[in-house]
């Protein structure tokens, strides 16, 4: 059975770069299109970015395009997500998960196999 755990997040300054990791055990990640979300207090979980299952396709919320880039290596059962100049509205934690219905991409309804999260905390 396929399960995904992130990793990856701590607490970093405005600025700072951070590469988070979405590894999967039980199955290939191959098959998958995958999309990483993040959930603030008090705000609902929001889509971040998303990535086809041949990595040929990619997504960004506004938020944060020009500034993360999502890739994958199939041979490491992983899919990353490098954030550079870091923002404190970047806080929340971070969930990756496996894209399973024909929704906007942005749509968190549409995933399953969910992770456990890491939290990211951008704070001077």
């Known amino acids: 059975q396929l399960q995904l755990v992130e990793s990856g997040g701590t607490l970093v300054q405005p600025g700072d770069s951070l590469r988070l990791s979405c590894t999967a055990s039980?199955?290939?990640?191959?098959?998958?299109?995958i999309g990483w979300f993040r959930q603030a207090p008090g705000r609902e979980r929001e889509g971040v970015s998303w990535?086809?299952?041949?990595?040929?396709?990619?997504a960004y919320a506004d938020s944060v395009k020009g500034r993360f880039t999502i890739s994958r290596d199939s041979a490491k059962r992983t899919v990353y997500l490098q954030m550079d100049s870091l923002k404190p509205e970047d806080t929340g934690v971070y969930y990756c998960?496996?894209?399973?219905?024909?929704?906007?991409?942005?749509?968190?309804?549409?995933?399953?196999?969910w992770g456990q999260g890491t939290q990211v905390t951008v704070s001077s």
């Open positions: 998960a496996v894209r399973v219905a024909s929704v906007p991409w942005h749509n968190p309804n549409g995933y399953n196999t």
């Open positions: 039980g199955s290939t990640l191959s098959f998958y299109d």
């Open positions: 990535i086809s299952s041949n990595g040929h396709s990619t």
